[in-house]
């Protein structure tokens, strides 16, 4: 999503590519205290569920290596730490330090530790060996990277033959009725929702423009295979307001 003039965009807006990262941190800076709040809230906790089938496609047995990549809050990591059971191990990586820390925090006082490890991580340049992990998965990160098909690139590179990627994203509304709902709800809801229970609507607008500026569920498809990813599929979830890639690696 990078043009000529090597600028991106940041929402709606252009700003230059290398000033990407700092942007999107700030927001999750501003966020991470009540993210789990505002997911709840925004999504009618929803989201749980999304979360939950991500799992049970995930095809996760103890003993296996997951990374969960923008890992946020930890709501995936907590499950696949089950799943992997002792002799497993499960990352959370997050680009923000901010989230990490919410995150560790959160799932410590669960009682979720041992074979959980934090890393603070950029997605388009993953610090791991190539073919580490059985499982890979990113929910609701891939939309605030500034290089998409890099990240993808670099997670089929760390990605075990055999193994998984799972993309959870808010991705196109399947109707033109759903469309206009969701519009109406995103730019005037969600703002006024994250000033009163953030103090930050601007940061709730960023998150809204995002999810506009993300490729559709096709477009993304094409992405994952472009780097090598095979019998790449998606399922729309909620009418196609959030979708789920699934692609191997052989």
Request: hydrophobic residues 40%.
């Amino acid at each position: 999503m990078q043009d000529k003039d090597n600028t991106t965009h940041f929402g709606f807006k252009e700003i230059p590519t290398d000033q990407k990262v700092d942007a999107v941190a700030q927001v999750f800076h501003s966020v991470a205290a009540k993210y789990d709040i505002m997911n709840d809230l925004m999504s009618g906790g929803i989201h749980r569920l999304w979360k939950r089938h991500t799992i049970s496609q995930s095809g996760v047995r103890a003993g296996q290596k997951v990374l969960d990549i923008a890992g946020g809050t930890g709501d995936l990591t907590a499950k696949f730490s089950r799943l992997v059971g002792a002799s497993g191990q499960v990352i959370l990586a997050d680009i923000n330090d901010s989230m990490l820390k919410v995150g560790r925090d959160k799932l410590a006082n669960l009682g979720v530790v041992g074979n959980v490890q934090y890393v603070q991580a950029n997605a388009e340049e993953l610090p791991f060996p190539d073919n580490t992990f059985d499982c890979i998965t990113i929910a609701f990160g891939l939309r605030n990277v500034t290089d998409k098909s890099k990240a993808l690139a670099s997670m089929q590179r760390v990605l075990k033959p055999g193994g998984r990627l799972l993309v959870l994203e808010f991705s196109k509304p399947e109707t033109e009725c759903l469309s206009t709902i969701y519009d109406q709800y995103s730019f005037r809801l969600l703002p006024f929702m994250g000033k009163i229970i953030a103090n930050d609507s601007e940061s709730y607008r960023y998150l809204a423009e995002s999810i506009r500026m993300h490729p559709d569920q096709e477009t993304l498809k094409g992405m994952m295979e472009e780097v090598g990813f095979e019998r790449v599929s998606y399922q729309n979830l909620t009418g196609g307001i959030v979708a789920l890639h699934k692609g191997f690696k052989f």
